[in-house]
């Protein structure tokens, strides 16, 4: 597998076309091929001519050992994750009991359904507003693997805290509701600094950046794309998050059959796995540098151009001293360029805060929903692990089967065309759910209201609908994720420039916090008889936000190509070896370009 260090230089740099608003870019300008005889076939390794560009089957490259490493954390990180919220809806719900001493159902903290939906996505949105102060932290001063290293630390001391103020004896001494809300502030700083800094960083270990041409042990002649690449990449990095997911599987086993304690026992020792593939596949991975936080320069820039009704030329320094200012600001128009790409990504990502809405209901009230049914001697939270199941199954599909296909007839499937379909599904999930709450409401013992009453036999007897029917709900949203998620995550990354691609990532995970409070706000509704008007409601609103998407932003798909090769000829943000990068954790250490 590839581990090369550098990014291949393009032939020649060409900057920015303009418009005469300053707000649309395009991409540095292609080597003309009009004297280039079209019979002509490029050599293996050579960049295409625009014939064989049109012409030719897209396939991607050879992911790097590197890579793997940093999917292997990812993985040993959202096993952890995973594994702690798997059993939290309970935990926080349900009365004290454990079913192994005779309890109906497993319990802590008897918050009540729409309290304990409420704290969940709680936990949600701080664990994705987080990765701004990771963004921050990584290019400002430790770089990405350093700042991986210390929000693992930060990640450990929630892990103790939730373990500890799990035990019998903190609960039935009322450490419980504070241990929890103390572990949520710490484990959310600690994933959302390691997630801010693992989803690029993956992406990073791929260095080419310009098409190539290679001809196959077949004869075909193809192209690679490094654009085809960075999407296998990010499949790749999703099908390993849903493989860690799939530790909820054991933990609300655990729950059940042990306590709690138990569940949460299991996830923090195997965060330590990502510690060991950290540090012993350090001198593998290439890096970034740290460059300085962006964050308050673009806020300062933003700021000028918003005085201008939105034009961001205003705040070039070029542009100050052409109309008879001096310019005092710390950036130059390069930076302002690079900022408007920014600009494009953040504004597709306007509409997701309303799909991680619908992603919310699985962990909160599609779990409270099966406690209403027929589990049949299993844990009523242990159908959320068909999600990661469908993604497991389906990405090797898409990656091996629809995509190709889809490239080989000259359709390709873009990301802006996903994310939509991956809003259908959402909607169509979602109207599924009302569907299902409709048919729990419809069967007895207690209808509307179910385990409540007499009817319930004191919270024993649900309502007669069997658990199998929410499968559907569950498959439709894992699919849904393989179409909007992974390619948010794919244009996060391909659309930022290089200097800010953690700040764009961030901007992205951020959605999932906004979808977190418009969660909070509808908790109030997560309760009976009130669930099918919340179902529908999301439902239509799903719906109406992926037209809107495609209607907006369908024109950015015909600019794909473009916006992927602006990158080509950055030699300032170079990827390097990260024995390479000065940074505080690094001291005494110089770098190549400083030698």
Known sequence: MSTAVETPVAHHEVPYNE????????????????????????????????AEEATLRHVGDKIPYSAWLVAVVELAERFTYYGLTGPFQNYMQNERAVVSQGGARPGALGLGQSSATALAYFFQFWCYVTPIIGAIVADAWLGRYNAIMLFSGIY?????????????????????????????????????????????????????????????????????????????????????????????????????KVDFWAAY????????????????????????????????????????????????????????????????????????????????????????????????????NFVSMAGTMEVHGLPNDLLFNLNPITIIIFIPLMEKLLYPFMRKIHLPFKPISRITAGFFLAAIAMAYAAICQHLIYSAGPCYDHPLVGACSEDGTRPNHVHIAVQVPA????????????VSGLEYAFTKAPASMKSLVMSMFLLQ???????????????????????????????????????????????TEEEMNRMDANNEQFKVRKIDEVKSPLHFGKTTKSEA
């Open 265 to 364: 026992l299991l996830p923090f020792c195997f965060f330590f796995i990502a510690i060991i593939v950290l540090v012993v596949g350090k001198n593998n991975y290439v890096v970034r540098p740290p460059s300085g936080s962006v964050l308050i320069d673009a806020a300062k820039a933003l700021f000028i151009g918003l005085k201008a009704k939105g034009n961001m030329e205003v705040a070039k320094p070029s542009y100050q001293i052409a109309n008879g200012g001096t310019s005092t600001v710390p950036w130059d128009d390069n930076f302002i360029d690079e900022l408007k790409r920014a600009l494009v990504a953040c504004r597709v990502f306007l509409f997701f805060p309303i799909y991680w809405l619908v992603y919310g209901q699985m962990v909160s």
């Open 474 to 485: 569950y498959v439709l949203i894992g699919l849904s994720e393989i179409f909007a998620s």
């Open 512 to 558: 999932n916090a906004f979808g977190a409070a418009l969660g909070i706000a509808l908790s109030p509704t997560s309760e009976d008889p009130k669930l099918v008007i919340m179902y529908s409601s999301i439902a239509a609103a799903t719906t109406i936000a992926g037209t809107l998407f495609w209607f907006l932003f369908k024109k950015y798909n015909n």
């Open 156 to 256: 450990i001391c929630g892990l103790v805290i939730i373990f500890t103020t799990s035990l019998p004896g903190s609960l039935d001494n009322g450490a419980g509701l504070g241990g929890l809300v103390t572990s949520m502030i710490v484990l959310g700083l600690g994933t959302g600094g390691i997630k801010a800094n693992v989803s690029p960083l993956i992406a990073e270990q791929y260095t080419e950046t310009t098409l190539r041409v290679k001809t196959l042990k077949s004869g075909e002649r193809v192209i690679l794309d490094p654009a085809v690449t960075i999407q296998s990449l990010y499949n790749i990095f999703y099908w390993c998050v849903n493989i860690g997911s799939l530790s909820a599987i054991a933990t609300v086993w655990l729950e059940l």
């Open 19 to 50: 418009k005469s608003d300053g707000n649309e870019i395009s991409a540095p300008a292609r080597e003309s091929t009009s004297s280039i005889d079209k019979n002509h076939e490029t050599a293996d390794g050579g960049q295409p001519t625009e």
